[in-house]
């Protein structure tokens, strides 16, 4: 399910589009907020560039507004009918959920979004065949 070619592992693991063999991020913890957005500025293994145009991310808000309502939903579909909970009880369980998800939701987002704009290629030449 989640091997390298599938847009899946490279949104769930942060790596490269192009040829997944490399994190985007400088740091792979996305709840490091202080590094939350430090990113490589090209992939060491296949040079793509990440940043395609300037503020070519602000993009990934649209993205990140998605997610967090799928999370939202999830939160309450588990709270609310899993568990029974009132109203009030399933609201302030989708607040804390989408507080503690906050960084994982910014980086996933933004992982979809590159993932629109760059596909996976096989056949990209690697450093070592250079």
């Known amino acids: 399910m989640l091997k390298k070619g599938s847009k899946l592992y490279s949104i769930l693991t942060g790596s490269c589009p192009k040829c ?24 060491s293994h296949c040079k793509t560039k990440y940043k395609i145009e ?8 649209y993205v990140s507004y998605a997610v967090g309502i799928a999370f939202a939903v999830a939160a309450f579909i588990i709270s609310y009918i ?34 629109f704009f760059i596909h996976y290629d096989k056949n990209k030449k690697t450093k070592k065949e250079l």
């Open 54 to 61: 300037p503020s070519f991310f602000y993009g990934a808000m």
């Open 82 to 115: 899993f568990f029974s909970s009132d109203l009030k009880t399933a609201f302030i369980v989708i607040i804390i959920s989408q507080i503690l998800l906050m960084p994982f939701t910014m980086r996933v987002s933004r992982n979809i979004w590159i993932n």
């Open 20 to 43: 997944h063999e490399e994190s985007m991020y400088l740091n792979e913890n996305p709840y490091n907020l202080m590094e939350i957005y430090k990113m490589h500025e090209n992939c």
